[in-house]
């Protein structure tokens, strides 16, 4: 079953008028028939210095906090006489930002913003400041591409069906003649096949680019690289299935963590090697794509970034342009070090290497560029402010993608 999604469509739903200046509801008054129920406020709202007002009506709340991942934590809100909580942030910088409220200590989402955004379990509601440095992920009216829900087997891990976003450039459907590279793009450790569109905002990314010329039109897959699940939870796909419908048997626990001891990172029977056994032939069957090394890429971030290293470092010779965002390798280990030999006389295009200089994978990612840059790949470094976060990874996206398939 596939399930298409225009971007557009997305682009209304995950961050509807985010390119003005303020991205919240007008105020709303009670209608007769529900003189009972709380106003809809500007919320939130934010002003020409960047400035942000949060607004909740709360009135029989007793203390009310605000949330946001740009280092807020519990803000204290100050109410007014009519009950209706606020307080005023910033400024900040431009970016699509997360945020919740904390009522008498209960979390909550703004309920005047209808843009919200789901990180694995957890929602939050959504805010964007414009600006020149966010402009690679901010909604423009320029061709949309269209997003696909698709189910594909995965013998390797023993599933007979899983489901993955994939991504068709502007004009897929209208120029059936055409052939296109294909960007294999994962996920980190609390994520799932939807974070990519919603919290990377990758389609929006390709659009914005490929409508400047900058990027090729290209095809980009996002699986779930859980392999213990099957479908992202949350979006209400009939009956809410159980865990034990969306779950297979676990994985070994903490394998792609962090700060994991230094053994080997599987791939037997793990979802690296299901993206090359499993997801690539499917793909390659399913849409009109080229079908060599020099028109697949793979990236990822933090465990999609060790899962790109492992099935890079198995495979020599089946991409030709490899990302790493915020993620590490065996470095210095024998069969590691060896691999990097093999991968080197495949005369890669592109080995991009990236962390924030915040990042808790920052040593790692380092590492892993410097040894890369000794074996003669062809290793690039990007360290920019922030932690593991992202921001981070949105802005790694934006600069991976034009160096792709050139």
Same mark, same amino acid.
């Given at each position: ?36 129920? +709380?106003?809809? #406020? ?6 020409? *210095?960047?400035? @942000? /007002?949060?607004?909740? &009506? =709360? ?123 294909? +960007?294999?793009? #994962? ?6 096949? *939807?974070?990519? @569109? /919603?919290?990377?905002? &990758? =389609? ?203």
């Amino acid at each position: 079953m596939i399930t298409r999604i225009s971007t557009l469509a997305v682009g209304v739903v995950l961050a509807a008028a985010l390119s003005t200046p303020c991205v919240t509801s007008v105020l709303a008054q009670a209608t007769p028939a529900a003189a009972n129920a +709380l106003p809809r #406020l500007r919320s939130p709202e934010v002003m020409p *210095d960047r400035r @942000v /007002t949060f607004r909740l &009506a =709360a009135p029989k709340a007793s203390e009310v906090a605000l949330r946001g991942n740009w280092s807020a934590a519990n803000v204290p809100m100050s109410k007014d006489a009519s009950g209706v909580w606020s307080v005023t942030v910033g400024p900040l910088q431009p970016d699509l930002y997360s945020y919740s409220f904390v009522v008498d200590g209960v979390r909550a989402l703004d309920p005047s913003n209808s843009e919200t955004e789901r990180d694995s379990s957890r929602f939050s509601s959504m805010l964007m400041i414009d600006g020149a440095s966010a402009a690679p992920w901010v909604f423009k009216e320029v061709p949309h591409g269209s997003v696909e829900q698709i189910w594909h087997p995965a013998p390797t891990l023993h599933q007979s069906q899983r489901r993955m976003y994939i991504y068709l450039p502007p004009g897929y459907h209208s120029h059936p003649e055409r052939k296109y590279p294909v +960007l294999y793009l #994962l996920h980190g450790g609390s994520g799932d096949e *939807d974070s990519w @569109v /919603t919290l990377g905002r &990758a =389609a929006v990314i390709l659009d914005n680019q490929i409508a400047a010329g900058t990027t090729s039109p290209m095809i980009v897959v996002m699986p779930n690289g859980n392999d213990n699940e099957t479908v992202s939870q949350g979006f209400g796909l009939g009956p809410t299935p159980s865990l034990q419908q969306l779950n297979a048997p676990p994985p070994d626990p903490g394998r792609f963590a962090l700060n994991a001891p230094q053994h080997p990172e599987p791939y037997a029977g793990a979802f690296p090697e299901s993206l090359v056994k499993d997801i690539i032939p499917f793909v390659e069957q399913t849409y009109r794509v080229n079908t060599d090394a020099a028109h697949r890429a793979v990236a990822g971030l933090s465990m999609g970034a060790a899962q790109t290293v492992v099935a890079t470092a198995n495979n020599p010779g089946v991409f030709d342009y490899i990302g790493v965002f915020s993620g590490g390798g065996m470095v210095g280990d024998p069969a590691f070090e060896s691999q990097l030999d093999a991968l080197a006389s495949s005369k890669l295009a592109l080995y991009w290497t990236g962390a924030g200089d915040d990042d808790i994978a920052r040593l790692r990612t380092n590492a892993l560029y410097k040894r890369a840059k000794e074996k003669g790949l062809p290793a690039t470094y990007r360290q920019i402010p922030g932690g593991h976060t992202w921001p981070v990874w949105r802005d790694f996206l934006a600069d991976f993608a034009p160096r792709l398939f050139r």
